[in-house]
């Protein structure tokens, strides 16, 4: 697992750090809330001259990018210690061209939590995909993106300190 994965940032820090992160910055991409408890997340994603696509609606890219690391992130931040948790697999199914600024919700409930744990419990694999719509401000849904986690404990061996 890589350092920054294991540490835990408070959700302010983190947000200001995804906030300055370049492939954020340059495609208009900007986390407005990180919940304290790291339950729950805000995306938008601002319409604008760099991440239009050749009709004038946003870039698809852009689309699936503002979704890619976020149940990851809250459900690290709400397992204990010793889990791997990361992307595993994404589809997005475009619905209606996004005109202006765009926003991507997402909520990680006690069930889900609850439903990981208990996969998990024996130390089997568990790869849950759950989904995220991203919606106008009017509430018009301009894509559905469907998100695999893989999550495992990490075995016995990797947290014990090498002789």
Known sequence: MGLLARLRFPPGVL?????????FVGAGIHV??????FRH????????LLNRNYFGAHYGGSLFSMTDPFYALMLLHNLPRGYRVWD?????EFRAPGRSDVFARFALTDAMIAEV???????A???PTWRVDIVDAAGTVIAAVDKTLYIRRAPLSDKLPSS
Request: aromatic content about 6%; charged content about 25%; glycine content about 10%.
């Open 15 to 23: 947000r200001l750090g995804m906030n300055l992160w370049p492939p």
């Open 32 to 37: 407005l809330e990180i919940s304290p408890d």
């Open 41 to 48: 997340v805000v995306v938008r994603l601002r319409r604008g």
């Open 88 to 92: 595993r697999a994404a589809r997005i």
């Open 117 to 123: 744990l208990a996969a998990t419990a024996g130390g």
């Open 125 to 127: 694999k568990y790869q």
